[in-house]
């Protein structure tokens, strides 16, 4: 495999797990500032803040797979 296909492909993982990072970030602090009770819930130590990050993705993973149908 050539050399610059290998840089390539490194920049191109580089650039999607940050890109998944960020959206993880948004999609908590989103979730948190949007639902005031259950961030008082998680500064008041009734729920771990481990299952308060967690719980934002059941609905809405950081990154997903986009299916286009060709006619």
Same mark, same amino acid.
């Given at each position: ?8 492909? %490194?920049?191109? %993982? ?11 970030? /948004? ?5 948190? $500032?949007?639902? &005031?009770?259950?961030? /008082? $819930? ?8 481990? /299952?308060?990050?967690?719980? &934002?993705? !059941?609905?809405? &993973?950081?990154?997903?797979? =986009?299916? =286009? !149908?060709? &006619?």
């Amino acid at each position: 495999m050539p050399i610059a296909v290998i840089g390539h492909t %490194m920049i191109l %993982m580089i650039n999607a797990g940050y890109e998944t990072t960020v959206n993880v970030i /948004d999609q908590a602090i989103f979730a948190m $500032l949007t639902s &005031p009770d259950q961030l /008082d $819930l998680v500064r008041s130590g009734q729920v771990a803040w481990e /299952d308060a990050v967690e719980e &934002p993705f !059941a609905p809405s &993973p950081p990154s997903s797979t =986009c299916r =286009c !149908a060709s &006619p």
